[in-house]
């Protein structure tokens, strides 16, 4: 099993909801990412968990807040979004974080729409 | 992405084949890898290379590397309609806990 699941697949959200993203591995890695897509752009990193610990978090704003409950889950929790934020938000895992990457897995990502 | 060139576009006839070419500047690159993204999808992982290897071959796919040029490509032999998709070639580096992605290559299929 090489998956990474992500739901919702679609997510239209006004800008004073709150709603939250989740992902799901059962591979036992012990990393995990997200990353945000806008289109026909490559994914830009948002947060990495390494052994459920928040690792990196590149100056995502304080609207997005991430959640680690435990090694095979990752959640994102959005609070008063702004149009700009509608992007596809993917989760990605790995075996471990650090230098030393082998493979790393995309789920099918999240399409938000915020209005 | 930081460094990690793709061209934009290519287009060739179902069975040819493809070649999708990448250019990065970090020698200190461990693993690289090539994604390829659908229309509305995530990233499915197509293979990687260890940054010390030359060559990886699977299937149709065949990754070559030139540490010396920071040059790598993915060949697709036989290429179909199902392969048009965007193509991303990324690497990690020592150090870094992040994938650094190129700009995406997006191949089109002509019948």
């Known amino acids: 099993d090489t998956e990474v699941t992500q739901t919702p697949k679609h997510l239209v959200m006004g800008m004073t909801n709150k709603k939250s993203l989740k992902c799901e591995q059962h591979?036992?890695?012990?990393?995990m990412y997200w990353y945000k897509q806008k289109a026909k752009k490559p994914p830009e990193l948002m947060f990495v968990y390494s052994y459920e610990k928040l690792s990196i978090n590149e100056s995502v704003p304080s609207r997005f807040s991430p959640e680690c409950p435990n090694s095979s889950l990752l959640n994102l929790h959005l609070h008063a979004l702004q149009p700009e934020d509608s992007a596809l938000y993917l989760c990605?895992?790995?075996?471990?974080?650090?230098?030393?990457?082998?493979?790393?897995?995309f789920g099918q990502g999240t399409r938000l729409t915020v209005v | 992405g930081e460094d990690v060139e793709q061209s934009l576009f290519l287009s060739v006839r179902e069975g040819d084949s493809s070649v999708i070419n990448c250019t990065y500047t970090d020698s200190s690159s461990t693993y690289l890898y090539w994604y390829k993204q659908e229309p509305g999808a995530g990233l499915q992982l197509l293979t990687y290379?260890?940054?010390?290897?030359d060559m990886k071959q699977d299937q149709r796919l065949t990754v070559l590397l030139n540490k010396k040029d920071k040059h790598l490509s993915l060949r697709i032999a036989d290429t179909q309609t199902g392969d048009s998709a965007i193509y991303f070639c990324a690497e990690s580096r020592t150090g870094a806990n992040n994938l650094f992605f190129g700009t995406g290559t997006r191949l089109t299929v002509i019948p």
């Open positions: 990605a895992s790995s075996p471990r974080g650090g230098p030393a990457w082998t493979e790393a897995f």
């Open positions: 591979m036992g890695h012990r990393a």
């Open positions: 290379i260890f940054s010390n290897m």
